[in-house]
Structures are given as structure tokens and as C-alpha cells.
């Protein structure tokens, strides 16, 4: 258990449509991760939050989009949902240092768009 | 893009036995992780070796690095069934913005 929870844990949604998914982090954690992880791939990097700013962002559009909240949970955005987002997204926390050091994850949010 | 690269994609031993996934990567790193992800599940992290290191120990697990040939492996002595998992390298390069770049997985299987 790594005290970083996701919810919801599945959800199954149309193409066009969008999708809110949330996270909490670890107790004592500023900083949350969000990565898409396809069937078969290891996971992507879609941005990073760290006091209730965006720190850096991987190759995603942009409706894809995030908030982190002063109690640094966070939410990840998709707009305009398409069959490729299909995916399990996955939520980590960690501390910031300089550098990366160990990241917490969740159980992910398994995405099925049809 | 995935900057690491994992072999084998997949790995079948019986119990007992020693099990050696390898990982490359691109690009100069501040440090190498190795993660395990059950079925479809979240990743928990193994061990982290910094580039200023060549070899680190945590139980069962040994990870090695190299840096001038940009690659690292991951041996999990005596493997148990319980193993069974997809493994991750995962790299902390330099001007990285904080983010961790994964390889595509090594799938274990161990049989009893």
C-alpha cells in the first residue's frame, strides 16, 4: 500500500466525450506524476504537478490538462475522448528534490473508450 | 517516447532459478529505478541506483550500471512464483523536468 488512492478504479466512456479522474497523494507529498499506460507498454509520462502548478509536460495534447489542489491531490482532464486514450492512467506522488527519486503510485484508472 | 529498452520482453524460469533483465537507455541519467507491476495493477518500486554507482543490493535483488554502455540489468536470485510480474527500468535523465522515462517491461514468469 502506498497511500496514493485513484479513483474511479474503471470506467468505460464513448469517443467525443470527456473524463475526470482524481488522485490523492501521500501523506507528507507535494509533487503528483500522471502517466498513460497502454496494454503492453510501459507507462508514459503525460505531466507533473507540484504546488498547484504544471511542471513539466510529456508528448500530450492539450485536452489533456490537470489541476492540483492546495491539499495536493490532483485531477487529470480528457477532452474530446478518443479510442487511442483507452488506457490505464496512473497517478504517482513523491517528494521534489533535485532530483527524481522514488515515485508512489496508485492502482491506476482503467479507461476503456468505445 | 519510451528511452529505455528492456530484454527480454518476456522471461519463463522455474522456481529456484535466477532471473537477468537487462535495460538500455539514450541519454545521460541522474539515476536508474526499477519498478514491478502485478497484472494490471500499480507499479511499486524496487531499488534506485544513482549514476555515480555500478552495483546495489536489496534482498534478493542485485542491479548493476553501466554508463558507458548506458545499460543496467536486474537479477532476482532464487525466484518464487510469487515474482511473477512485469519489471520496468525507469530513468531520471538530465533536463528531464522531473519525470521518469520507462522502458517497455520485462514479463516474468515463474513457474513452481
Known amino acids: 500500500e502506498t497511500g496514493v488512492t485513484q479513483s474511479p478504479t474503471h470506467l468505460i466512456k464513448t469517443r467525443g466525450q470527456q473524463v475526470t479522474l482524481r488522485c490523492s497523494s501521500q501523506?507528507?507529498?507535494?509533487?503528483v506524476s500522471w502517466y498513460q499506460q497502454a496494454l503492453g507498454q510501459g507507462p508514459q509520462f503525460i505531466f507533473q504537478y507540484y504546488r498547484e502548478e504544471e511542471n513539466g509536460r510529456g508528448n500530450f495534447p492539450p485536452r489533456f490538462s490537470g489541476l492540483q489542489f492546495p491539499n495536493y491531490s490532483s485531477e487529470l482532464n480528457v477532452n474530446a475522448l478518443e479510442l487511442d486514450d483507452s488506457a490505464l492512467y496512473l497517478c504517482a506522488s513523491s517528494y521534489k528534490t533535485a532530483n527524481t527519486g522514488e515515485l508512489f503510485f496508485g492502482e491506476g484508472s482503467r479507461l476503456t473508450v468505445l | 517516447s519510451q528511452q529505455g529498452e528492456e530484454d527480454p520482453q518476456a522471461l519463463s524460469i522455474q522456481e529456484g532459478e535466477n532471473a537477468t533483465m537487462n535495460c538500455s537507455y539514450k541519454t545521460s541519467i541522474n539515476n536508474l529505478q526499477w519498478y514491478r507491476q502485478n497484472s494490471g495493477r500499480g507499479l511499486v518500486h524496487l531499488i534506485l541506483i544513482r549514476s555515480n554507482e555500478r552495483e546495489k543490493h536489496s534482498g534478493r535483488l542485485r542491479v548493476t550500471l553501466d554508463t558507458s554502455k548506458k545499460s543496467s540489468s536486474l537479477l532476482i536470485t532464487a525466484s518464487r512464483a510469487a515474482d511473477t510480474a512485469s519489471y520496468f527500468c525507469?530513468?531520471?535523465?538530465?533536463?528531464?523536468?522531473?519525470?521518469?522515462?520507462f522502458g517497455q517491461g520485462t514479463e516474468l514468469s515463474v513457474k513452481p
Open positions: 525507469a530513468t531520471d535523465g538530465h533536463n528531464q523536468g522531473g519525470k521518469l522515462i
Open positions: 501523506s507528507g507529498h507535494n509533487t
